[in-house]
């Protein structure tokens, strides 16, 4: 296997595209500009998942998310009107709050970052790294493994929940079918 | 100087993709290698489509520009570059700007992945096929924004259709293609999805997978070689552009440059589609019968037919130079037919020496299947006439995706047929 190239860099790269996407998104008027940020943010998440050697979680990301959800996404949006979107007032009277929930999280985020247990760090530098050509193997296994799978029943239930949702907004929308 | 040539060199030993290898300079080589050969291949489906189209209306079409018309695409590229480049008034163009640069990245990111030989890849990945699926449906984000940055009716319209047909019939693609990653599931390396590994499965396991579990492989084979053509918008599926209804669809608004950006990601993208085609059913690269023509004369016959394809356009080369007119004012063209022909020939000279010979054969396999696949692209144009949307969604949702689930769930089924029959058994017999 090839060492890693350049691995901070990238990161780097990947992480400031998304916080710039992310920023992009809640703050441009036109809603189609901030549904291709949105796309820009999920497909550098895609790269993080790449360098996490997780090709298989990239590859599902690109397809279900950037190419399937976000086109259903520009679809709608390009169904309503842009214009008036546009000249109406933004407003936000929940910033003390989402200020409050933003810090609770990312100090939270930081306290599990430099906790130890028993005097191990949970991210210690250098962790290993599993090889690229596991990754989709790795997932079946997990999913699908006789002795090992355990996550076949939460997997099975939640495209259940997703079935149920897509059958009751057939119904919602459409009385007559 | 030194270690450079010997780091050169040192990829020429290895049995790997200049990727896998982690070489950069042979990277390098194989992007531009990739990306001047699609350029030229779309050049040439250019002049190959309005030739073949026109023969099949019984028309000569372009003969003006060059010999039999040759050079009209080139000339067509070079009127596209000095057209005004003109953005709407009221586009929004930022979006406008930037939606055909999505489109041809998204068409020319899938050649990362393309084997056209075992180690003539950029590079291979673990998750291959779903890295061309996923980035080649990103080019349909660069149709809908295209449309609805023109901020106008035809394009907006078009770009609606474009994305309603390409997100349907992705579903039933990705039926298709599933039912060739249970396939290769079957060889004792156990299933994967990279390009090359499934190509290997395929040789590994002795047969092409249109051929495998009789006739599933076959009927997956279709419904991939039905939503293809949809997936990159042709005719008979060519509704986002249907002349008639939309004038040019989500294009109408883009002139010159950007217009050719669209032209040329709609053929690279037909190329990438055809390719997974080739190497998901028809054995990639291999050539026809490796398991049944075997021994070194067999492989010699084979691997021949490159050099022997160029000499036979060389021959139509000199055959239509000898029945050029006479007249004076031909005598350019004339030379310049001789000319072409000359270097064809040279070509396929070249490809008889033993060395390149061995390296060329499965790139040469590879391409001729695609080579098919176009030709297939040009004939659906000249003969079906244009679904209509409720037709195209019917075929879409009511036949082929019921069909591939069904194809879906007896692959497997068959498939596992042995471990299934000792799980019965093992019910009734505990």
């Known amino acids: 296997m090839n060492p890693p190239v350049a691995t901070p860099f990238f990161f780097y790269l990947l992480a400031a595209t998304m916080i710039l996407g992310g920023i992009l998104v809640i703050t441009r008027k036109n809603a189609v500009h901030s549904a291709m940020a949105l796309i820009t943010t999920l497909l550098a998440q895609a790269g993080l998942y790449l360098m996490l050697y997780a090709p298989f979680v990239a590859g599902v990301q690109i397809i279900l998310y950037a190419g399937g959800i976000m086109v259903l996404f520009l679809f709608v949006i390009m169904l309503i009107s842009i214009e008036r979107a546009d000249k109406e007032r933004q407003f936000n009277k929940q910033w003390l709050v989402g200020i409050v929930a933003a810090g609770g999280l990312g100090g939270l985020f930081i306290a599990v970052y430099t906790t130890t247990t028993k005097g191990k760090i949970l991210f210690p530098e250098g962790l290993t790294t599993y090889g690229e050509t596991q990754n989709t193997q790795a997932i079946a296994a997990l999913l699908f493994d006789r002795s090992a799978g355990q996550y076949m029943f939460a997997f099975e239930i939640a495209s259940l929940l997703l079935l149920v949702a897509i059958i009751g907004a057939v119904v919602m929308a459409k009385k007559r079918i | ?430």
């Open chain 2, 1 to 430: 100087m030194h270690g450079f040539i010997q780091y050169i060199q040192s990829y020429l030993d290895s049995d790997k993709t200049p990727g896998g290898a982690g070489n950069i300079f042979w990277a390098t080589v194989y992007i531009l290698l990739v990306f001047a050969g699609l350029s030229v291949a779309v050049i040439a489906m250019n002049w190959l489509e309005r030739k073949i189209l026109a023969h099949m209306q019984v028309r000569l079409g372009p003969m003006r520009v060059g010999p039999h018309g040759l050079l009209q695409p080139i000339a067509d590229a070079i009127k596209l570059l000095l057209k005004e480049d003109i953005i709407p008034a009221e586009a929004d163009a930022l979006v406008f700007w930037v939606a055909p640069f999505i489109v041809v990245l998204a068409a020319f990111t899938v050649f990362v992945v393309v084997p056209f030989g075992p180690t003539h890849a950029i590079t291979d990945m673990n998750i291959g096929i779903l890295f061309m699926l996923g980035v080649s449906s990103l080019s349909v984000l660069g149709i809908v924004t295209a449309g609805w940055a023109s901020n106008s009716h035809y394009p907006l319209i078009g770009a609606l259709r474009s994305s309603a047909q390409m997100v349907s019939y992705e579903v039933a693609m990705g039926l298709a293609v599933v039912s060739v990653i249970l396939m290769t599931s079957l060889s004792s390396e156990g299933g994967t999805l990279s390009m090359i590994g499934i190509v290997q499965a395929q040789q590994a396991q002795g047969e092409w997978f249109i051929f495998k579990f009789f006739p599933l492989g076959l009927v997956g084979f279709f419904i991939f070689a039905i939503a293809m053509v949809a997936e990159t918008n042709r005719a008979p599926f060519d509704l986002p552009e249907a002349e008639s209804e939309l004038t040019a669809g989500f294009h109408t608004e883009y002139s010159g440059f950007r217009w050719s950006l669209f032209f040329l990601a709609e053929y690279s993208a037909m190329i990438a589609v055809s390719s997974i085609a080739v190497t998901l059913w028809l054995g990639g690269w291999l050539r026809p019968f490796p398991n049944a023509l075997t021994g070194p004369t067999w492989d010699l016959v084979f691997s021949l037919f490159p050099g022997i394809t160029f000499l036979f356009l060389a021959a139509i080369c000199f055959y239509n130079t000898a029945r050029m007119p006479k007249h004076p004012l031909f005598r350019v063209q004339t030379m310049g037919l001789a000319g072409f022909g000359v270097v064809l020939a040279l070509i396929g000279l070249i490809l008889f020496i033993h060395g390149v010979r061995v390296r060329v054969q499965d790139i040469y396999w590879f391409t001729a299947k695609v080579g098919a696949f176009m030709y297939l692209y040009i004939w659906y144009r000249g003969t079906f006439p244009r679904y209509r949307f409720d037709q195209l969604m019917k075929v879409g949702w009511k036949v082929l995706l019921p069909t591939g689930l069904v194809l879906l769930i007896l692959t497997a089924l068959v498939g596992m047929r042995t471990e299934l029959w000792a799980e019965l058994q093992g019910v009734w017999r505990p």
